[in-house]
């Protein structure tokens, strides 16, 4: 019995200490959690490892800008602190590291996240913490277009529609008897695309004579390819994702065939154009659009922006200058900034979302194309909606054209 | 009853001790901890699953990722489509993922070990795709968010008595999982030390002895595949719950590479084993990420690499550890260790009384 009564106590004294070592954990105070006197915390969820890998440097290109901006003395004195976590590309890692950033290091916001289906998942958490999700990576449209039910969510690149618009105008304009043919990836991704172009084309939208599609998983666009061209198309959209796009590209000079050629801005890196051309492709009459500067663009040598762009990126030893995802890392920061000066001595995340959704209207970032404006009304929560048309010039992309602005066209 | 309670061995009581704990832990830490906690605890449900068939019955599995979808996505379409209750999809997931898993159990059979193992694998491959094609069920890629439920009052008064604070979605799904692997161990533990563990166990030794003996090979293997998919569908049902969104993505091949990681580490056809790898199989990535660039000793250069390939290379350097070491993982190691200790304790005692000491038997 004495046994017994001494295993019971046991017990009970190791349920006793552990309520001893409990209290008060959840302090849930709601407002201005993450912004100290001196000093603000963002977090970020990112792919650094895992099949979306190469968009990793973003992450530590935004780093760096923050970093440099804190070495000319913050934000408002305040030192902007960023913190970033590896989410691999799944969307369950980025929800438990999303809660992690929120409700265990309490930060002020979170910014620049990657992925659509990455950030989708947390929208609504984060919606209900009352933590901006401001200028996610992602370019699928439900972002502005969708704002008013997501309050808290804020895209900030050119929405894939918007893009596809942008294309439309192009073909109508310079080739208004295409006969076009569009491969897509049979996702959100390559659908929104798609949607951009038929909306774009309006009336004129029989120009499309075929229209194939992709999985994700495909390890060929052959068979699609091959079909196009049989359907007598002589432009093609390839609105696919960059690793199929270099491969789509080498098909298509194997068939012997010269399409003018509409490629989609995700694939357009000047990396991926190098890797096409190794493969054997062409790369004849290719057509894309761009917002940033490139920074292997020898136009931009002695720019300001890009100046200070090198400056920047000088401080990240791992990541590499000429790579545009750094570009696009350091131009999102700066929007990040911006907002944050704007904010002045009321940053409250009410106050902080308010202004980056509806008052942003800057035209002073210089990593974007002269003219492309960063803005938001409160009827309008799509950042930048203007492109400029780029052609491919064997070793690089060159400006052709104006600016085509899109604002307003995606309700 | 008293004679029974007496009576019983140690291992016993640390079932209680380790029951106890996972009771009072959400008390002792955050919110944000025990929803990581509550994974931790639904891949200990997967991890058991597989256990049942790869160390029970020896047949491989690399495909329990997507059975863990069909279980996920069974929950979050009736939530979501037909607005039932949470709490009652997690069985009807469980029951529907474990006839999916019977079913591919029955040409499964036909299989040599290898090509079973290509055949789950290229289930593992197929599943992300497959679920995108019926859009509208499945929400395509956009995938289906699952609202999380809030605590019932009395749960929450009760916690609320205990620690002072208000108790979170996150906790209670917590318990939620703490009730279902508290059921489904018992289970597995039940399963084991009956007729169809013996059978099973006598299968995967020597499958002809086994048939010469009366057993049913056929009947028993699609059996494990059964209940092993049976328990993934629940810890899928659960994980939609617990991340609060199933989509595509959730569920990729790395996943169900991961379970039987977890399956290996924490030792094979043992009950604590899985429980001991999910928390391996589950913190280790998470953690080794962290704790790397967090290091400012380690230059960046090597960091930023580290980090990239963190899980891989600690997955890969822990395994061969565990494999030299622990052939029979953690619950392996763990047993030898006391077994040593106790003989050598008993072994003292006994040359003292001048007795030599019996082999120590093999489990």
């Known amino acids: 019995m004495s046994r017994l009564v001494r295993r019971l106590a046991a017990a009970a004294a190791f349920l006793v200490a552990l309520a001893a070592c409990g209290g008060g954990t959840n302090t849930g105070s709601q407002t201005d959690v993450g912004i100290t006197a001196d000093s603000i915390l963002l977090g970020n969820t990112i792919a650094q490892s895992g099949p979306a890998a190469s968009y990793g440097t973003i992450g530590n290109a935004e780093l760096a800008y923050f970093n440099y901006v804190n070495g000319q003395g913050g934000v408002n004195g305040r030192k902007i602190k960023f913190k970033i976590l590896d989410d691999g590309y799944n969307p369950a890692q980025t929800k438990t590291l999303t809660k ?24 609504d958490y984060l919606k209900s913490k009352n933590v901006p999700q401001l200028f996610v990576a992602t370019g699928a449209t439900t972002w502005g277009k969708d704002f008013s039910s997501n309050t808290m969510s804020l895209g900030w690149q050119p929405p894939y529609q918007g893009e596809a618009r942008i294309y439309a105008k192009d073909v109508l304009q310079n080739h208004p008897n295409a006969k076009i043919g569009v491969l897509y990836q049979n996702d959100d991704y390559g659908q929104d695309y798609l949607k951009g172009l038929t909306d774009g084309l309006g009336d004129k939208a029989s120009l499309i004579v075929d229209k194939e599609s992709y999985d994700v998983t495909a390890a060929s666009t052959q068979a699609q390819l091959t079909k196009i061209k049989a359907a007598g198309a002589d432009t093609l959209f390839l609105f696919s994702t960059p690793g199929l796009t270099i491969k789509s590209l080498v098909i298509v000079t194997g ?10 801005s995700v694939s357009n890196p000047q990396a991926y154009m190098g890797l096409a051309a ?34 920047v990126i000088a401080s990240c030893s791992t990541c590499k200058p000429d790579d545009g995802f750094n570009l696009y890392g350091v131009a999102v920061a700066y929007t990040m900034v911006t907002v944050l000066k704007k904010a002045g001595s009321n940053p409250t995340r009410q106050n902080v979302m308010n202004i980056a959704a509806n008052q942003l209207d ?41 600016l085509i602005d899109e604002r307003g066209t995606i309700k | 009853m008293m004679n029974r309670l007496r009576g019983a061995p140690p291992r016993y009581w640390l079932v209680v001790i380790v029951v106890v704990f996972f009771i009072g832990f959400p008390t002792v830490i955050s919110s944000f901890l025990a929803s990581e906690w509550a994974q931790a605890l ?14 029970l019955s020896g047949q491989l599995s690399l495909g329990h990722g997507a059975f863990m979808a069909l279980g996920a996505y069974t929950s979050a379409i009736l939530v979501h489509h037909y607005k039932m209750d949470y709490l009652l999809t997690i069985p009807i997931a469980a029951v529907l993922t474990g006839i999916v898993g019977f079913l591919f159990g029955v040409p499964a059979l036909r299989l040599s070990p290898l090509y079973l193992a290509l055949a789950t ?8 795709s497959l679920i995108k094609r019926p859009a509208g069920l ?17 749960a929450s008064d009760i916690f609320a008595t205990l620690t002072g604070t208000v108790m979170t979605s996150d906790q209670w799904i917590y318990y939620i999982s703490l009730f279902c692997a508290l059921l489904l161990f018992w289970l597995a533990w039940n399963l084991t030390r009956h007729r169809p563990g013996r059978a099973l166990r006598a299968i995967r030794d020597g499958e002809v002895a086994a048939a010469a003996s009366g057993i049913n090979i056929a009947g028993y293997k699609t059996l494990a595949f059964g209940v092993s998919a049976f328990y993934a569908g629940t810890a899928g049902s659960l994980f939609g719950l617990a991340t609060g969104y199933v989509s595509p993505d959730t569920f990729p091949v790395s996943l169900s590479i991961q379970l039987l990681v977890g399956a290996v580490v924490g030792g094979l056809a043992s009950i ?60 392996g190691l763990i047993r030898r260790g006391y077994e040593q200790l106790n003989r050598r304790l008993r072994g003292a005692g006994d040359r003292e009384a001048g007795h030599v000491p019996p082999d120590p038997q093999t489990v």
């Open chain 2, 138 to 154: 499945t929400g395509g890629v956009q995938g289906i968010l699952v609202l999380q439920p809030d605590p019932p009052p009395i």
């Open chain 2, 121 to 128: 694998f290229a289930l593992a491959v197929v599943t992300p």
């Open chain 1, 362 to 402: 800057d035209n002073s970032n210089p990593f974007v194309l002269p003219g492309v404006k960063v803005q938001t009304t409160s009827d309008d929560h799509f950042p930048i909606m203007q492109e400029e048309v780029i052609t491919w010039a064997g070793t690089g992309w060159k400006l052709s054209g104006t």
């Open chain 2, 42 to 55: 639904i891949f200990a449900i997967a991890i058991m699953g597989l256990n049942i068939l790869v160390g």
């Open chain 1, 255 to 264: 068939l012997h065939w010269e399409p003018t050629i509409y490629l989609n």
């Open chain 1, 100 to 123: 992690q950033l929120v409700e265990q290091d309490k930060v002020f916001a979170m910014f620049s996240g990657l992925g659509t289906q990455a950030q989708l998942s947390v929208r």
């Open chain 2, 272 to 331: 604590p084993g899985p429980l001991l790898g999910a928390i391996f199989a589950y913190f280790l990535p998470i953690e080794s990420n962290q704790w790397v660039p967090s290091q400012s000793w380690i230059p960046d250069q090597i960091a930023s690499t580290l980090k990239n390939a963190g899980p891989a290379v600690s997955y890969g350097v822990l395994l061969i550890l565990i494999m030299i070491f622990a052939p029979n993982g953690l619950v």
């Open chain 1, 278 to 311: 190794k493969a054997g492709a062409a790369l004849k009459n290719v057509t894309s659009v761009g917002y940033l500067k490139d920074p292997t663009d020898p136009q931009w040598a002695n720019d300001t922006g890009m100046k200070l762009y090198k400056t």
